[in-house]
């Protein structure tokens, strides 16, 4: 029974190159968040998504940050044109449907970027 | 507002020492969850306890126990003769419900460390 499975594990990019992080919920589980954990800070909710569709995106950047949760695959947090401030460990998390008695999320490890 | 407040960001005690760490959240729901996860050197996230607002009994794990007390918002946690190896950052988290679903937002995390 696989937990939440984020790759890849560590990725370094170059300032100006398009950083795929990517994340497979656990097996029954149907809704998918994405955090991110800047250095030395706590996590910050960035975006909260079903099957193709994005629920809650409050905590995204505006711009170079999107996010997909496709029908078939894993779940996709994709950052274009990275910058140094992007250097961040980024937490995928997966829950059941709410108010189902379990509440709680399941973390992945995390992909930490670096942007060079 | 929904929100976490850890005031200590940074705790240092000697090994077997006792230490509390303090969580204070902000809800004006009345169900709720509070999460403590634990965040070792290796940086994956470690779920420790779950605590649903209505259940306000306090817990031990081993040496690790939880104070859940509604009338001041707090969910502190202590860890009783404490070891190197709890040395980590530790963040409690409050999941609510919106109109999106549900909602896990963390507090800033404190980091402990424990000498020999």
């Known amino acids: 029974n696989a937990g939440v499975m984020q790759n890849p594990r560590h990725l370094v990019r170059r300032r100006g190159q398009e950083a795929r992080l990517r994340c497979s919920p656990m097996k029954g589980h149907s809704h998918v968040y994405w955090y991110r954990q800047l250095p030395e800070e706590g996590l910050k909710f960035m975006v909260y998504l079903q099957k193709e569709n994005i629920i809650d995106e409050s905590g995204m950047p505006k711009e170079r940050f999107s996010a997909e949760f496709p029908k078939e695959g894993p779940s996709i947090l994709r950052i274009q044109q990275v910058v140094r401030g992007d250097s961040a460990a980024y937490f995928c998390a997966s829950s059941q449907e709410p108010g189902q008695g379990s509440e709680g999320y399941t973390f992945g490890s995390g992909t930490r970027l670096t942007v060079v | 507002a929904q929100k976490v407040t850890q005031a200590q960001t940074e705790i240092s005690v000697v090994e077997k020492e006792d230490v509390t760490l303090d969580c204070v959240y902000e809800?004006?729901?009345?169900?709720?969850?509070l999460f403590w996860y634990k965040q070792p050197p290796s940086g994956e996230l470690v779920f420790l306890i779950r605590r649903n607002s209505f259940d306000e009994q306090n817990e031990i794990s081993g040496r690790y126990s939880w104070n859940f007390q509604k009338s001041t918002s707090s969910f502190n946690f202590t860890i009783t003769a404490s070891q190197v190896v709890d040395s980590a950052v530790y963040f409690c988290?409050?999941?609510?419900?919106?109109?999106?679903?549900?909602?896990?937002?963390f507090g800033g995390g404190t980091r402990l460390m424990v000498k020999p």
């Open positions: 809800t004006r729901d009345t169900t709720y969850y």
């Open positions: 988290a409050l999941l609510y419900y919106n109109n999106a679903g549900n909602m896990l937002t």
